[in-house]
């Protein structure tokens, strides 16, 4: 099958990166559940609108658009695993809503943390009804595909409404709250469940 995957929130741990930044430059001391949503400038750190907008700001400055900071990021240990198990089996096309620019930090990144991918792929941010990343999936024609957001598995199921297995959104702080729709849609909280909704078959 072709999976398709975004990148931040799956497999690298960005979440955590910037926590770290906004606690040690802010003298914070949160954990990521402080991202109740994922938009960050909605997301309270402090009591302060001014300082909150200031810390948004810098973990978007100084980690979602930092090249350091984005070779730094650790990825999760679990989906290195999970990703190694699957490729033998499947296509792996990473769609990501990071900067077209950043394509090439990214493949390195993946690279250097032994990551396997058959394509990656930056659409840049994608408008609310997640269109940049379903007009893609459409192109690559994928069999399945997941993502913390759920405007992105909408955005998918708009433009290929036939998938061969129900697109996932993999659970998070920023989305346990959020209702979703099950019919179409279903959720995994770690990558034991992905590779049973998925299926390896044993050679």
């Not at 398709?4 to 690298?12: E, F, K, R, S, Y």
């Not at 909150?52 to 999760?76: G, K, Q, T």
Request: overall charge negative; charged content about 30%.
């Amino acid at each position: 099958m072709k999976l398709g995957l975004d990148i931040d929130g799956i497999v690298a741990n960005t979440s955590q990166a910037m926590i770290n930044h906004a606690n040690e430059k802010y003298n914070l001391n949160h954990t990521i559940e402080i991202f109740h949503d994922h938009n960050i400038f909605k997301d309270k750190y402090t009591d302060d609108d001014e300082l909150n907008e200031e810390i948004a700001w810098s973990m978007v400055n100084d980690v979602i658009h930092s090249e350091d900071a984005l070779l730094a990021v650790e990825p999760y240990e679990e989906a290195v695993e999970a990703l190694m198990k699957l490729q033998r089996q499947h296509e792996l096309h990473f769609i990501t809503s990071r900067r077209e620019s950043e394509q090439a930090i990214t493949i390195k990144w993946m690279r250097d943390n032994h990551i396997p991918f058959t394509t990656v792929n930056c659409t840049g941010p994608s408008p609310e009804g997640g269109s940049s990343k379903g007009m893609l999936g459409r192109a690559l024609n994928l069999d399945f595909y997941m993502d913390d957001q759920d405007k992105h598995l909408w955005g998918m199921y708009r433009f290929k409404a036939r998938w061969r297995k129900p697109l996932a959104l993999f659970t998070r702080p920023w989305n346990v709250w959020m209702p979703l729709d099950e019919s179409r849609f279903v959720r995994v909280s770690n990558w034991e469940e992905v590779i049973r909704h998925l299926g390896i078959h044993k050679r």
